[in-house]
Structure formats: structure tokens, C-alpha cells
């Protein structure tokens, strides 16, 4: 494998985790919530990571793009809604 798959592959998870550390936070910070009850809502989209880890390492060079492009997005649009 071409280095350059790996360096996507481990951009696009690192994206996603801080989505997941950004929404995570969100979640907890409801009135009534709590820890756990944050991490039984993201705990089924936890899936996303590997997904898009193996998304990124195994798909043409493209999908690899927008595996990265996606998540960034996501971040800028979930960081300007405070």
C-alpha cells in the first residue's frame, strides 16, 4: 500500500473522532443528561471510525478524498453551531 493511503485513512478517522469528542460534548451538556446516556447515543455511530478508516485505505484515491473532505466539513458546520 502507498503511504499516502495510510496518511488519508488515519486523517479521515482522527476527523471523525473529534466529531465524536465535539458531539459527545454537546450531548453531555443537555439538561438531564449524563455520561453514559451521551455515550448510549453515540455508541451505535462508533462504527463510522473503522468504516471509514477501511473506506479510505482500500477505495480509489477519490473516495479517499472525500472520506476526509466529509468529516472536515462536518466539524467546521458543528463547530460554528454553538
Same mark, same amino acid.
Given at each position: 500500500?502507498?503511504?499516502?493511503?495510510?496518511?488519508?485513512?488515519?486523517?479521515?478517522?482522527?476527523?471523525?473522532?473529534?466529531?465524536?469528542?465535539?458531539?459527545?460534548?454537546?450531548?453531555?451538556?443537555?439538561?438531564?443528561?449524563?455520561?453514559?446516556? *451521551?455515550?448510549?447515543?453515540?455508541?451505535?455511530?462508533?462504527?463510522? #471510525? @473503522? !468504516?471509514?478508516? $477501511? &473506506?479510505?485505505?482500500? *477505495?480509489?484515491?477519490?473516495?479517499?478524498?472525500?472520506?476526509?473532505? #466529509? @468529516? !472536515?466539513?462536518? $466539524? &467546521?458546520?458543528?463547530?460554528?453551531?454553538?
Amino acid at each position: 500500500m502507498e503511504w499516502w493511503r495510510w496518511a488519508l485513512a488515519g486523517t479521515s478517522a482522527v476527523l471523525v473522532l473529534a466529531f465524536f469528542a465535539i458531539r459527545f460534548d454537546k450531548l453531555k451538556n443537555d439538561p438531564g443528561a449524563t455520561d453514559r446516556s *451521551a455515550l448510549r447515543k453515540l455508541a451505535p455511530w462508533s462504527l463510522i #471510525v @473503522p !468504516a471509514t478508516f $477501511l &473506506l479510505a485505505l482500500l *477505495a480509489p484515491w477519490w473516495i479517499g478524498l472525500i472520506t476526509v473532505a #466529509v @468529516p !472536515a466539513v462536518m $466539524l &467546521l458546520v458543528a463547530d460554528s453551531f454553538d
